[in-house]
């Protein structure tokens, strides 16, 4: 895991249909506005990503900066999961070996744009979520 300044910031493709949807999905339920969400397409995405080594330009997973470190692929998913309130349950998924739980997210990451779709643009968020937008 790679050490980050900043803390609770998911990382995703903003042209992913899936992915914004995930980032949706989190926005609903972080009640305590905790996480903050950067587009890799931006500039300051595009910094997060390869400082973890992810290719910006064909993103194979999301990540989350939490304590400091990032998590990718699965680990990011149940990261993010795990510090909503009423989803901590999702703590025990963490006892499926990880190549299990990758091989899982790969697949769903591999074929999200021709199972979800994909936006011509960044999905842009209303003012109350620009707030929580990192660029």
């Excluded at 997973?61 to 989803?87: E, R």
């Excluded at 744009?113 to 660029?135: H, Q, T």
Aim: aromatic content about 12%; charged content about 25%; hydrophobic content about 40%.
């Amino acid at each position: 895991m790679t050490q980050w300044p900043d803390n609770d910031v998911i990382l995703y493709d903003g042209v992913c249909v899936f992915c914004s949807r995930w980032v949706q999905f989190v926005i609903a339920r972080d009640r305590d506005k905790r996480f903050r969400f950067t587009p890799i397409q931006s500039a300051y995405g595009t910094q997060l990503a390869r400082a973890f080594g992810i290719d910006p330009r064909d993103p194979d997973t999301n990540a989350v900066v939490h304590g400091g470190k990032a998590h990718l692929k699965s680990d990011a998913a149940l990261t993010v999961l795990s510090n909503l309130p009423g989803w901590g349950w999702t703590r025990t998924l963490f006892a499926v070996p990880k190549p299990l739980r990758d091989m899982v997210y790969g697949l769903v990451a591999r074929n999200r744009y021709r199972i979800f779709g994909k936006y011509e643009s960044c999905f842009v968020p209303d003012a109350e979520l620009r707030k929580r937008v990192l660029e």
